[in-house]
Structure formats: structure tokens, C-alpha cells
């Protein structure tokens, strides 16, 4: 897609959007489908309890936004009432509350939603069955995105209940693919597997950066130019991978000489047990989500 031209096959043309709860990651999504040109900012409506926060928001992009949930759902219906099921339902509600705030939300929007509005939640830990569940309401999708979203790079995992018709499964994949990648998985285990591998992925990039950082100082350049060195180094390696598309193996060996730095550097982090700890990181982060899903 080329954005800011509008596209040709756009399921989006005529949805309306709710977004309850206005944070980062919502904002993420606003910005996305309004860059991609993909709905209009009449056709958002918003929530947010603080004044300035919606004064905000209403200024930079031009959209609606209240303080009530309910309001924002109402005001995103269709005029037709469309049914459950109905593949011409242009009603979407994005549930993107702290997940601490879940179960006031669900209780505050069960009689509101309509069955012809598709549910669609990026609250992290929040399991379909709950969701369905406390809003007596089939048609759901869980989307676990992370925050390169932010810039247009992220990495979407969703999945979607039995009840989503193709018109809708197709709106959803425009709208997360505005936020950069988006993969549909069939199983929804799968959407805590990526929470463990994409969605906290940035944490263990970040890590690695600052300690790379850290090194680089320590042998006796400013952080600034260490930083620099660190980040280019890193994006240049992600684009030569994506261009190769060699095994990460195979990559490592082209600049592994015999004898040479690469060779003494790579001893040491197997030594001291680089991919144990990064594979037990991953694991740790999985075994959460699970339990964050599992709390009632």
C-alpha cells in the first residue's frame, strides 16, 4: 500500500470506529488508518476521562472524542442496525483500556454493544472467551500488536472467533496492517506465544542495545557515538537479514572468520549462556501472559 492515496479494496471505506480507552496504542491506530487513508476522521469516535487528553487527540487528528465508553460505542453503531453476522456491518469497537480496567469496562458496555458490531481488543492478557463471555457478544477478535506500531513497524498477531464473517476479517487485517505487520493465527494460545516473542520483543532489543552501549563507553567512546554505532549496526543487520533471507546461522558464519573477533566474541556469550538466558526470558514471558489471561 502507498499511503495517504486512497485505496482501491478498502474495507474501512465505510466503518465506523469506536475506540474505547484513547491511550498510546490507540492512538497508534488512529494515526495508522488515518495516514493509510483508510476512513476519514469523522468516521472515529473516541473515549478518554481526562479533558486535556481528548482536547489533545481532537486537535492533532481531527476525530471525535468523549468522556463516556458508552457514548463512543453508541455513537460508532450503524444507522441500519446491521444483525450478528451480517458481513455489512461497518461498526467496530477497539477495546484498548489498562487491563486493569477490563471488568469495570465489559460490565459498563454489556447492553450497549450491538450484535452487528465487531469487537476487537488490544488489552493485553485479555482472553476471547472473557471477552465474548462478559459481553454476551460472539463476534470478537484478540490482537496482541507491540510498540514499533507506534512508528508504522509494528508486529499484530490476532485471531478471531467463528462468528467473524470475511468482510470483517478483511477490515481487521487493513486496520492492524496500518500498524505495520499483521499475522491471523488460528489458535489462540498462539496470541500469548507472540506476547512472549514480538509483543515484549522490544524489551529484549532494548536490552541488548543499552549493554552494547554499555560496552562501547567502556572501552572509551562517548555514549553518543557508541549509541549511534549500536543502532545503526543493529538496523543495518535486521535489513541485510530481511534481504538475504539466509538463516540467522548462516549470516553469523559470513562474518566468522577462524581465529578472528567475531569467533572470541561469540565464546564468550556461549559461555556464559547467551540463548539459555534469552530462551528462558522468552518461556518466563509466556507462562505470564498465560496467567495474566487466567486472572479473573
Known sequence: MTP???????????A??????????????????????????????????????????????GVRVVESNREAVALGQSDDGAAAGDESSNSIVVLAVKPQRLGGVLSELKEIVQAGQLVVSIIAGARIETLA???????????????????GQGMTVWAATPEVGDAQLEQVRQMLGALGKELRVEEERWIDMATALSATGPTYFFLVMEALTDAGVHMGFSRHVAQELVMQTMLGSVLFAQDSHKHPAELRNMVTSPGGTSAEAIYQMEKGG????????VYAAYQRAVALGQKK
Open 274 to 281: 547467551l540463548r539459555t538466558v534469552l530462551s528462558k526470558a
Open 4 to 14: 495517504e492515496i486512497e485505496q482501491p479494496n478498502n474495507a474501512l471505506r465505510n
Open 16 to 61: 465506523r470506529l469506536s475506540f474505547v480507552g484513547c491511550g498510546v496504542m490507540a492512538e497508534s491506530m488512529i494515526a495508522g488508518v488515518l495516514k493509510w487513508r483508510l476512513v476519514a476522521p469523522t468516521q472515529i469516535i473516541g473515549s478518554h476521562p481526562r479533558a486535556a487528553r481528548r482536547e489533545e487527540l481532537t486537535a492533532k487528528y
Open 133 to 151: 463471555g462478559e459481553l454476551n457478544h460472539p463476534s470478537v477478535v484478540r490482537a496482541m500488536p507491540n510498540t514499533p506500531a507506534q512508528i
